[in-house]
């Protein structure tokens, strides 16, 4: 481990994730998705992944997408595809699907089938493109990764989709197991039958018992993560496993423990069915995960927070203190509001899950390689915290802004060398008149926001779907600026006035993500349940840096969270702004070979952006796997 470290503080990058020969793919939803310690308590398996794994031979490209369904996600061009040009011959990859494609209203039909119902009898198109029939096109898809992946001499492996946290008495209901035979619609001689049910030994409407079939028809490996995670809540007992697997008010997205602890199972079923099993370790120490923490790129005096879990099973001596320290530029906490260089952590029972939540804040720019050491009797843990501190001094300000005074949205005013725009999809401004001056921020009253709802054609209003859980990857308000062709932007601010108007269920992502395909998305704000005709003030200092011409997308995608269809649902905005500064490009085109304790890889600076070749792999700045 230390050896590859240190090499990452000659390359700026961090190795230890770049390490394994082998690379095991993970595709999926919101439930394995990676999210930003900073911005939300949800976690998905797949972030802790690789933790059970020797990192000098596995390495895990979790590619889980918030939102996606079998069928988004293939035509995402953003996402199967870029998976498949980071595969090589030997690789695995793990699918998991089905959350999504139960869909918000279909209601386990095929979505272009119910579009088609839909124009047939001049009803309206559905606003979600979501949603697949487990019986027809979720297999098709399943059997389309299978045979794309082989043809590339990679492995796959079905995982059954974990649970929803759906209790009834002492099981988890049907629906929990994604098997919707209580409940369905279908469509049969062009006729719309809806509240469809089957007999619970019938599983033709189960997308498990759908992946299994696949599996077996495949000859391809199939792990129940399905049933391993219906056991995992039951041991838990309902209350017990909602307040300590689950995010608040949420039974389908785990938090860091639940999260840890369905990856601990997924690496447990791998090793049972003999899947690289000479490389998965299931620990009984304490142990970190992750194992390392990559900051990358950062802006000096700009705090970044991190966290790592420790764990522990089985422990012994069964009760006991463990005492954490860092270095320099770091401190700790175990409650995320007092921070200091050191603390201690208890365990008893000898099981340990505790989360330790790291702050960095560099002073000076450079490469930093700072640690945080856990230590229990003769046991040390140690969680190297590696960054790349950037000055910001000597740039040019520039800054976009909308203030949403007038419908339509008016043009930003925008300062320095950079241009901004507008869009939206699938969603409407509806008014922004003084009669609506009801919104309330502190002690301030009779506030105007501009209000946008659910639209299906850009202008109108549509009703809000039923069963949203998600973002709707086709719905958002969009503000994107674009670098000057000779400068690098590097984003210090990103800020607005945001609130909903007329429900208390409204939710939303903030993503941002770069160029006409949205790519490189990432979640930077996520806020659910918001307090109706309430202004939150999103005031966030990202480290964001824009390639000369490109072009920066900050996304607001809002979903209304109930179970039936509504109407009348807004989300108000006004004064988003976004901030950085303008700067030369810092590095030049071209290759660089670098070798360090035995370990050679190829520094790439391509399009104002550093990558790093390794085994076979390019890695980006984050240590994210690009290709």
């Known amino acids: 481990m230390k050896r590859i470290f240190s090499l990452f503080v ?3 990058l961090c190795l230890p994730m770049m390490q394994g020969a082998v690379k095991v793919h993970t595709i999926g939803d919101s439930t394995m998705a990676e999210y930003d310690e900073s911005t939300t308590d949800k976690r998905g398996w797949g972030m802790y992944l690789a933790s059970f794994f ?4 596995v390495t895990v490209n979790n590619r889980g997408k918030s939102g996606a369904d079998t069928r988004g996600f293939y035509n995402g061009t953003a996402y199967w595809p870029s998976v498949k040009s980071q595969m090589t011959a030997g690789d695995y990859l ?3 699907f089905a959350h999504n494609d139960e869909g918000t209203v279909t209601n386990g039909m095929d979505n272009l ?3 088609a119902y839909c124009a047939v009898n001049n009803l309206p198109a559905p606003s979600d493109a979501r949603g697949t029939n487990p019986r027809t096109t979720y297999r098709d898809m399943l059997r389309l990764y299978i045979d794309e992946a082989r043809a590339l001499g990679v492995t796959p492996i079905l995982a059954g989709p974990i649970c929803r946290a759906y209790f009834q008495g002492n099981d988890i209901r049907r629906n929990g197991k994604h098997d919707l035979g209580d409940k369905f619609s279908k469509i049969e001689n062009g006729v719309l039958y809806e509240n469809q049910s089957l007999p619970a030994s019938d599983l033709s409407m189960s997308y498990v018992e759908a992946m299994r079939i696949v599996a077996a028809e495949k000859n391809v490996p199939f792990i129940d993560l399905t049933e391993a995670t219906r056991q995992l809540y039951l041991s838990y007992g309902e209350t017990q496993c909602l307040s300590l697997l689950f995010c608040t008010d949420d039974k389908t997205h785990t938090n860091a423990m639940g999260g840890n602890l369905i990856a601990r199972a997924a690496a447990q079923l791998l090793k049972n069915a003999g899947i690289l099993a000479d490389h998965i370790h299931i620990p009984t120490d304490i142990t970190a995960n992750p194992t390392s923490i990559l ?14 879990l420790l764990t522990g099973y089985g422990l012994e001596p069964a009760a006991g203190t463990v005492t954490l320290r860092a270095t320099a530029n770091l401190q700790i906490s175990l409650d995320k509001e007092n921070y200091a260089s050191t603390a201690q952590a208890s365990y008893a029972g000898g099981s340990m899950f505790q989360r330790i939540y790291v702050r960095a804040n560099y002073t000076t720019g450079g490469l930093h390689n700072d640690t945080v050491y856990a230590t229990s009797g003769e046991h040390v843990v140690a969680v190297p915290v590696a960054a790349n501190a950037v000055s910001l001094e000597g740039g040019a300000a520039v800054s976009a802004f909308w203030a949403m005074g007038a419908k339509p949205v008016p043009d930003p005013v925008v300062e320095g060398p950079v241009s901004a725009a507008f869009t939206m999809s699938q969603m409407a401004c509806i008014d922004y008149s003084a009669n609506k001056n009801y919104f309330v ?3 301030e009253t009779d506030i105007v926001l501009a209000r946008f709802h659910n639209s299906a054609d850009g202008s109108a209003r549509t009703p809000w779907p039923a069963g949203e859980i998600d973002e709707n990857a086709n719905r958002y308000l969009d503000f994107a600026i674009t670098a000057p062709a000779a ?4 984003v210090t601010r990103i800020a607005m006035e945001i609130a909903a108007d007329g429900t208390s269920t409204m939710c939303y992502h903030l993503n941002t993500g770069f160029g006409d395909e949205f790519t490189g998305v990432t979640t930077i704000y996520e806020r659910r349940n918001m307090p109706s005709r309430v202004i939150e003030h999103v005031d966030l200092t990202p480290t964001l840096t824009i390639p000369a011409g490109q072009t920066l997308h900050v996304r607001i995608l809002p ?5 039936e269809q509504k109407d009348s649902k807004y989300i108000g905005l006004r004064n988003v702004k976004i901030e950085g500064m303008a700067f030369e490009p810092g590095q030049k085109e071209g290759v660089e070979n670098v070798q360090g304790n035995d370990v050679q890889c190829t520094k790439i600076f391509r399009d104002g952006q550093l990558y790093i070749m390794y085994n076979g792999a390019v890695y980006n700045v984050q240590g994210q796997m690009v290709k």
């Open 94 to 96: 793990i699918i998991q």
């Open 487 to 490: 400068m690098d932007v590097r």
């Open 54 to 57: 020797d990192p000098a031979f």
């Open 10 to 12: 000659a390359v700026m």
């Open 113 to 115: 089938e119910y579009a």
């Open 441 to 443: 921020d502190g002690e």
């Open 559 to 563: 979903w209304h969270d109930l179970g």
């Open 295 to 308: 900051i990358g790129e950062t802006y000096c005096g700009v705090p970044q927070n991190k966290e790592f």
